[in-house]
């Protein structure tokens, strides 16, 4: 369970509130045989694959995975932190969290957000008061931005001197120890501190839900004293980690109520000078290449991605980065596409030499993953000879290992077949299964007939799905000697019948939540939404007879143990426990 708060506060916040309302009030839900369904509003769709369950208190997508309760509901769509989503839900019924370590946190990381948002309009005031402003407004004029976009951006100034901000805010060592841990300030190896962003042009960046969590500033001009950097980013702060936020995506958010593509550019400048030719729906990373997080947000954003990358090497480079992060995301309802853009040029500089228009038809051009990522494989082999296209497929078949099995991985292997020239039956012989497919969840649709699975796992997806079945288990053996049994899973089972022991009024919701943050946590939310082809009444006999032979299968392994020693050393108990097997 994450953070401090008491996991029995958790498990009676959810009994009390319901993760249909929750998800209602966000996204209506329209009724479906028992449970609810709507379009995801994780990724995009035409057909409902949504589903919340008011008997379970969870929602799942079929579509793209998307689970968990009323918490993680909170989480993923509101963008709030774990203590924050219990604060949340816990006011709607007027519960009060109880004080621990990990109230601190959350009105500690808010104080921080206040702060920075304070920092922003001290930065716009500057812009607009300051006697060295001119300057600024002059560069902003020369690369073509307007007022509108300027205020839209929240874009202030950081005048030259060494302690604007620290005098401003720096007040008292309280103070100064919070500007400290919002990345404002510096310290040099004399231990002098001093503002970190100085005689820059200052880019507030803001979270997905429009909060300040650091901030972007640029140099007037590339010539720079003593070798420092063009771009200087915020730190990782507690607030702000480089590898989650993008710039740029909550204005575009703002401004297009429903996205249908985003621009990944490089720099805040790209985003702000698209965004002045209207073109409202690009975003960068900060300083870093795109990550897996990064593309997890996109893709349920939009479904049109458009990598747009300087041509030259780098660019290239930083390109296929993004491609191999993308891997084991490939195979959703959405298209990832790269755009590359003449050497020495980028979105800035295009869109204000050709228009709005030419550039996004430059963007129709761009190129479909497949097409990028074999582009880029087949440039390092001679594919004319037959030495050149077995040296292909063993290049590639890394990288394939990491493709989600679907359609889509079959048709990578179907082109790579065609382009090595080799039949696809031979050439599947040699690749080894992918990754995703070792730990892919069960079927949605039930296509596994539940006699193929374990009777552990059956056991386990019974209690997570029906848990008020666990009262009725007198007749089902010894939990202790089962849990004897070498089995990965066992302790997760044990530890079911524990809790519902002990708590024989938790729900499937709160029985997920005890998994947060665990090595098991997407094990339990796929088994919490696993198909089973029983019902009504067979349920509990099968969970007891699965229960039963668990007992005899650590019965087995208890006799071969006892009978592996040497007799001379058993002790009389363990004589009379080999007598007593049967």
Same mark, same amino acid.
Not at 314 to 319: H, I
Not at 441 to 469: F, V, W, Y
């Given at each position: ?48 694959? *949504? ?120 007040? #008292? ?15 040099? #190896?004399?231990?002098?501190?001093? #503002? ?56 575009? $958010? ?40 990064? !593309?997890?947000?996109?893709? $349920? ?70 097409? *990028? ?6 440039? $390092? ?48 012989? $040699? ?32 209690? /997570?799905?029906?848990?008020? !079945? ?79 032979? /668990? ?20 002790? #009389? ?10």
């Amino acid at each position: 369970m994450a953070g401090q708060i008491p996991s029995q506060f958790i498990d009676e916040l959810l009994s009390r509130i319901d993760v249909v309302d929750i998800v209602d009030a966000r996204v209506p839900l329209k009724k479906s045989g028992k449970n609810l369904s709507a379009c995801c509003p994780f990724h995009n769709e035409k057909t409902p694959s *949504f589903t919340v369950s008011r008997e379970k208190q969870f929602y799942h997508c079929f579509g793209c995975g998307a689970h968990g309760s009323a918490i993680s509901f909170l989480m993923e769509y509101d963008q709030l932190s774990f203590p924050e989503s219990i604060h949340e839900l816990a006011d709607s019924v007027g519960m009060k969290v109880p004080t621990t370590h990990s109230a601190a946190p959350v009105q500690n990381q808010q104080s921080l957000y206040d702060l920075l948002g304070k920092v922003s309009q001290y930065y716009v005031h500057q812009l607009q008061n300051h006697a060295q402003k001119g300057d600024f407004n002059q560069y902003i004029q020369q690369r073509g931005l307007s007022t509108e976009i300027v205020e839209r951006f929240q874009i202030g100034m950081a005048p030259d001197g060494w302690d604007n901000v620290l005098r401003t805010f720096g007040g #008292d060592p309280a103070s100064q120890a919070q500007l400290d841990k919002t990345g404002m300030l510096s310290h040099n #190896d004399s231990g002098k501190t001093y #503002d970190r962003f100085r005689n820059r042009l200052m880019f507030p960046i803001h979270d997905r839900r429009g909060r300040i969590v650091g901030f972007g500033g640029r140099v007037l001009d590339d010539s720079l004293e003593g070798g420092g950097p063009k771009y200087l980013n915020s730190p990782e702060t507690p607030i702000f980690h480089k590898s989650n936020e993008l710039y740029g995506l909550y204005h575009a $958010r703002q401004q297009n109520r429903k996205l249908t593509q985003i621009i990944i550019v490089e720099g805040y400048m790209d985003v702000v000078a698209l965004a002045e030719q209207g073109i409202n729906h690009a975003v960068a990373t900060l300083g870093t290449a795109t990550t897996p997080d990064h !593309l997890r947000q996109l893709i $349920r954003t939009a479904p049109d991605i458009v990598f747009c990358f300087d041509g030259d090497r780098a660019g290239r480079e930083a390109a296929w980065r993004a491609a191999e992060n993308a891997l084991p995301l490939l195979g959703g309802n959405y298209q990832l596409r790269f755009l590359f853009l003449p050497d020495g040029e980028d979105p800035d500089s295009m869109v204000r030499q050709e228009g709005a228009d030419a550039f996004l038809a430059r963007v129709d051009t761009a190129l479909p993953f497949s097409d *990028f990522f074999f582009n880029t494989l087949e440039s $390092r082999v001679d594919c004319n000879s037959l030495d050149g296209r077995a040296r292909l497929i063993e290049i590639t078949k890394p990288y394939l290992q990491h493709v989600p099995a679907s359609s889509y991985r079959d048709m990578l292997e179907q082109r790579l077949a065609d382009t090595a020239k080799t039949n696809l039956t031979q050439l599947k012989s $040699r690749l080894t299964p992918p990754l995703a497919a070792q730990t892919r969840a069960p079927s949605p649709m039930g296509q596994k007939k539940n006699q193929t699975l374990s009777p552990l796992r059956i056991a386990i997806t019974i209690l /997570l799905q029906h848990p008020d !079945l666990a009262s009725q288990l007198e007749q089902a053996g010894e939990p202790l000697l089962i849990a004897t049994l070498e089995r990965p899973g066992i302790a997760v089972l044990i530890a079911l019948l524990e809790s519902l022991a002990t708590s024989p009024q938790l729900n499937t919701a709160a029985l997920v939540e005890r998994w947060r943050d665990t090595p098991s946590e997407q094990h339990i939310h796929h088994l919490a939404y696993a198909s089973l082809s029983f019902a009504g009444e067979e349920l509990l006999g099968e969970l007891i007879g699965c229960l039963n032979q /668990l007992q005899q299968q650590a019965k087995q392994q208890r006799h071969g143990l006892l009978s592996d020693k040497p007799f001379n050393t058993l002790t #009389d108990a363990e004589k009379q426990e080999l007598k007593d097997f049967k």
